[in-house]
């Protein structure tokens, strides 16, 4: 991983020592709130429903031991003991007293972290694949070039003030696991005639207008990245909308004049910076490159018969492995996924005493590393297939192998009208209510893949609109409600929910669920999973069993 130079800590301290003086002024009466509020939102900053929320940084998703113990001590001192996962992979503390915030910073920069640009409009935290690096259906590492996007776009002053905030996922595989198509830009990793390039999409995003981006360009060739990006960035600060937040984002923008007006844009805007001195060279490439290269894997071959004996020994082993450990391409490793999805449990939360031992343990079984994923849980990604049985029976005691990954109850969830100021409806109580409904593992299972997501209003941090089922949050005359959404999906060929019908109360949800899966298990033809299934029969007969009972 990506490791700091002398610039680099300078630059961060600097930041915390300007944000300590801010803060001073501000609960001094020196400052304003709202010539405070540019200055906090530059620092990953909220005040919610009750307290502040800080989010902070982790590019790409990826986090050293170190890091994790301090996330674990912050959460302990300072918090409620415990840390959230967002669907951006950084973390966030729910209830930081405010005063407090440039003394977490500070520690924060003792172990190469900060909360710059994590909110604001601005270029936000560029994401990739959970598994980028290991995966075995990998065709090349995206992680160098997310910390290239990163490096060229932290204190970029063309872009610390855009119409809106900004959001750049790069896939590298032949799975899209980084949802790029719902991206201000995708970028997804691609091979001409032997030539490394990118295929750029633009103008992707969920919240309150959600759109797939449009394709502007097929091959980028790899040399022209940072240009191109700029491109893109600067017809979207110099044509988007700032007279109106709602249309404000660049989605908007490339709708309103037409993907291939706006690509003629980008290309000819691009013809002033091409070439120029944001070109890329093999020396810099290399320069990043050097901080991701393999760790020091041992010559191993793949465990089948003694992973097929254990299966056969453990049902619930066998389980866990099905659903939360996945293949790699070294032989005789594999990256597992420890759930943060456990029925009772805010999906997404991790406790300070599970970060630690979560820190202990990639120590022990996975080079001291630890990655977030979008999907709200957290991976080991480089263990031993010989010690994935060892390692499940921690796992099983710290509360993070429930195997449900890519399943049910592996819910993606906002914190919802439980802490959020913006929120028209709680999304922890929907969560919970449906892991209950469905408990039974077996029943789990036989369902098998399934995304359901769940936000608390249009901003969809839950990602509503992608998820096979989504739920969204909705104001009924001050009592909530909740909509209902199905069809949509994250992956390759993305595509959105087409909403069910009315909205339903809170109770009636875990019903209302039910329903919609009895649909799919009766109508489904042989491993067809629940999008596949949608996509064959329509929304119709999920709507005729949803509604008629209500009549």
Avoid at 148 to 172: C, D, M, Y
Avoid at 193 to 221: D, K, M, N, Q, Y
Wanted: net charge negative; with cysteine; glycine share 8%.
């Amino acid at each position: 991983m990506y490791v700091y130079d002398q610039y680099d800590q300078h630059i961060i301290e600097d930041r915390v020592r300007q944000f300590r003086d801010q803060t001073r002024r501000f609960l001094a009466g020196e400052l304003g709130g709202e010539e405070f509020r540019p200055l906090r939102l530059q620092n990953g900053l909220y005040i919610q429903r009750f307290a502040p929320m800080l989010r902070v940084a982790v590019p790409y998703g990826l986090l050293s031991s170190t890091q994790v113990r301090k996330l674990a001590d912050i959460a302990r001192k300072y918090d409620k003991g415990y840390a959230h996962i967002s669907t951006r992979t950084n973390v966030q503390y729910n209830w930081p007293e405010l005063e407090d915030v440039p003394e977490i910073l500070a520690e924060l920069a003792t172990v190469q972290m900060h909360a710059i640009q994590t909110s604001g409009n601005c270029i936000r935290n560029t994401t990739t694949d959970q598994f980028a690096g290991v995966a075995k259906d990998e065709l090349i590492d995206p992680r160098p070039w997310c910390e290239i996007i990163r490096q060229w776009s932290t204190f970029h002053p063309e872009f610390a003030f855009l119409p809106r905030k900004f959001k750049i996922a790069v896939n590298g595989a032949v799975s899209d696991r980084a949802a790029t198509e719902v991206h201000d830009i995708g970028l997804e990793c691609v091979e001409e005639a032997g030539e490394l390039g990118f295929r750029v999409t633009v103008g992707g995003g969920l919240g309150r207008t959600p759109i797939v981006g449009s394709l502007i360009r097929p091959f980028l060739p790899w040399r022209h990245l940072l240009t191109y990006l700029d491109a893109v960035l600067r017809v979207y600060n110099r044509y988007g909308r700032r007279d109106n937040k709602f249309k404000a984002r660049i989605k908007i923008l490339v709708k309103a004049l037409t993907p291939e007006v706006f690509a003629e844009r980008v290309e000819a805007e691009w013809q002033h910076l091409k070439d120029g001195p944001n070109t890329l060279t093999d020396e810099e490439v290399q320069r990043v490159s050097q901080y991701f290269v393999d760790p020091q894997y041992r010559q191993l071959e793949d465990q089948d018969d003694l992973l097929a004996r254990l299966d056969a020994e453990h049902p619930g082993f066998a389980r866990w492995r099905q659903r939360n450990v996945v293949a790699h391409k070294k032989p005789g490793y594999a990256a597992v996924t420890l759930s943060l999805k456990s029925t009772a449990v805010a999906p997404g939360d991790v406790t300070d005493k599970q970060l630690h031992t979560i820190a202990d343990l990639a120590d022990r079984y996975s080079f001291g590393e630890v990655r977030n994923s979008h999907e709200q849980n957290m991976i080991l990604a480089d263990v031993e297939q010989e010690r994935l049985f060892e390692l499940w029976h921690e796992l099983r005691e710290l509360g993070v192998a429930t195997p449900n990954i890519g399943l049910l109850t592996d819910i993606i969830c906002c914190p919802g009208g439980d802490f959020c100021s913006l929120a028209n409806a709680k999304s922890i109580p929907i969560a919970e209510s449906i892991q209950r409904r469905f408990d039974d593992l077996d029943y789990l299972f036989d369902i098998g893949d399934l995304d359901l997501n769940i936000s608390g209003c249009m901003n969809a941090c839950g990602h509503h609109h992608i998820g096979h089922i989504g739920i969204l949050g909705v104001d009924k005359k001050g009592a909530e409600f909740y909509q209902v959404s199905l069809g949509g999906s994250a992956g390759r060929n993305a595509s959105l929910g087409q909403i069910l019908g009315p909205s339903f109360a809170q109770d009636a949800m875990p019903d209302v669920i039910e329903k919609i899966i009895n649909v799919y298990v009766e109508q489904r033809t042989e491993d067809e999973r629940f999008i596949d299934t949608f996509r064959r029969i329509g929304i119709a007969p999920f709507k005729e069993r949803v509604y008629a009972a209500n009549h």
